[in-house]
């Protein structure tokens, strides 16, 4: 099964710098930054669209992005160079339906139906075809994606399935944010941050253990309040 790589600028973080790493072997090259607030996310893609090559075993990745990334040249570089990703498409979006190759209703698990298209289109003034899956909602929340994944290896709905998992990526970066205030780090050095950055993901993966072992009324916030009140006590004391 191929790899989901989310192609994802931490926006929200302050300006680190940019560096190169290279790990023991020296086989291959990473080129990470942390950008501030206001970088425009699109001029990271070619940053992050680089660590890829860091990964071996991502040998058929798809990336997997949201609509601060459009850009119509891009999507035709990628195509040209065979790289496989799925994106939201912007409403106001001018394209032509080239071929329909798949138009049926799908009962979601909480009873609704929605409608969904999926065809070829050709996008824009780059005159290139690509895969449109459209899943239309009852309330007229619409899900509309570009791809360019064959419906030979992925039907429509897992589509909208593969984009679904960059949300578990944004939740997790607002719980790290809502809880343990990780957009201020003490280190100016990339390795210190991510150094933070580790420790804060081990933190809180430590303290939802606790959560569930000892449930907490309150949830992640009430637990981390425990634990740090309880911080300088003795084990006995409190579990």
């Known amino acids: 099964m191929s790899s989901v790589l989310s192609a994802l600028a931490v926006a929200s973080l302050p300006l680190v710098r940019e560096v190169i790493l290279e790990n023991v072997d020296e086989r291959h090259r990473c080129a990470a930054f942390v950008t501030r607030a206001s970088y425009p996310e699109s001029d990271a893609f070619p940053v992050l669209v680089g660590d890829v090559e860091v990964h ?35 409403d106001n979006a001018k394209h032509e339906v080239v071929e329909r190759i798949h138009d049926f209703e799908h009962a979601q698990p909480d009873g609704e ?4 298209t999926d065809e070829y289109i050709e996008l824009g003034t780059v005159r290139r075809e690509y895969r449109k899956v459209s899943i239309m ?6 899900e509309i994606y570009l791809t360019t994944l064959s419906p030979d290896e992925f039907d429509a709905l897992e589509i909208a399935l593969i984009y679904g998992v960059r949300w578990l990526i944004e939740i ?26 580790y420790c804060t993901f081990l933190a809180y993966i430590l303290a939802d253990y606790y959560r569930r072992q000892y449930p907490v009324r309150g949830g992640m916030s009430r637990t981390f309040r425990v634990i740090r009140n309880y911080w300088n006590r003795p084990l006995g004391e409190y579990g």
């Open 113 to 116: 139906e929605v409608q969904v």
């Open 137 to 142: 909602h009852e309330d007229d929340d619409d």
């Open 172 to 197: 997790m970066f607002r719980k790290l944010k809502q809880y343990t205030d990780i957009q201020k780090f003490h280190n100016t050095t990339l390795n210190g941050v991510l150094f933070e950055l």
């Open 56 to 90: 071996e075993d991502l040998d058929s990745v798809i990336f997997v992005f949201d609509k601060g990334y459009v850009h119509y040249g891009r999507f035709a570089g990628m195509k040209n160079e065979d790289m496989d990703f799925v994106t939201p498409l912007k």
